[in-house]
């Protein structure tokens, strides 16, 4: 299977507080990953090592890609900066900055792609529309729309889904599975919701204290054992209703004992 990332000893420090410590990960081409860990795992500053806007890039490479990261690698930051005086269009249309030379506009061309994106993730509506006026679930979709209209091959979202309901959860989640079929995309994605990383991700790589402890396919890494342990409480893989997988947390206190007659 191709590699479309490839993690080789990233270690990242802040002063005396080491974040990452000799990370190496292979993310297979094609495939949706999800990054999993306690909060201060590591998962965010692996994902910007990754894209390129913190430390530690420099041990981060794409052996199918060349060029800028920019021209073939969408970020998704965990909270994007929505300009309030922006329209959806305007804003889906910076995606092509990657691709534009010095003082370079945008064309007809660029143009195109941009409504492509806005229409693909049925924006259409939207378009005029500015970005202080979208719902959390319309917003993130122009999020994901700037995204695909960067033409980038490699997709990387922190925590897409944090701040929206359960409904515009599951509303984003389905939509990036969507792109990635259609599309051919490889997705990194840090993930806070096990649940949604084992029925949604095709793989996942488990950070704890700094350092990748699992690493494989979510069939086999989401199991109870591994992340009862790394998560630091017990945790229960089931198969839900609809025969998905579930993934929850057992009751960790006694139980109050109801009282006798």
């Known amino acids: 299977m191709s590699e479309a990332i ?8 802040y002063g005396e507080v080491t974040v990452l410590s000799d990370v190496s990960a292979r993310v297979p081409a094609n ?26 890039g420099e041990s981060v490479s794409f052996p199918l890609h060349e060029g ?32 534009l030379g010095w003082l370079e506009s945008e064309g ?39 995204a695909l209209c960067q033409d980038a ?3 990387v979202l922190d925590e897409p889904t944090s701040s929206l309901d359960v409904g515009h959860q599951l509303e984003v989640l389905d939509l990036v599975k969507a792109l990635a079929l259609e599309e051919g995309l490889t997705v990194l994605s840090a993930v806070h919701d096990l649940t949604a990383a084992a029925r949604y991700a095709d793989a996942a790589l488990i950070l704890d ?3 990748l402890v699992a690493s494989g396919a979510t069939s086999e890494v989401l199991n109870s054992e591994l992340l009862s342990r790394h998560f630091d409480t017990p945790l229960h893989r ?8 579930v993934i929850i947390p057992l009751h960790t ?6 009282p006798t007659a």
């Open 253 to 258: 206190r006694p139980r109050r004992k109801e």
């Open 108 to 146: 007809p061309d660029d143009r195109e792609r941009a409504s492509r994106a806005i229409c693909q993730l049925d924006l259409a509506p939207f378009a005029e529309r500015y970005l202080s006026d979208l719902s959390g679930g319309e917003a993130q979709r122009a999020v994901l729309a700037r």
């Open 68 to 99: 800028p990261r920019a021209t073939f690698c969408a970020y998704v930051p965990q909270n994007p900066v929505l300009p309030p005086g922006m329209t959806v269009a305007e804003y889906v249309l910076l995606g092509r900055t990657a691709h």
């Open 31 to 56: 495939q949706w990953t999800a990054l999993l860990g306690r909060n201060g795992a590591g998962k965010s500053t692996l994902i910007s090592a990754v894209v390129g806007v913190g430390p530690g």
């Open 6 to 13: 490839v993690i080789d000893r990233l270690s990242v420090t």
């Open 209 to 211: 204290g700094g350092r």
């Open 238 to 245: 089931m198969v839900g209703p609809d025969g998905s997988p």
């Open 153 to 155: 091959q490699i997709l």
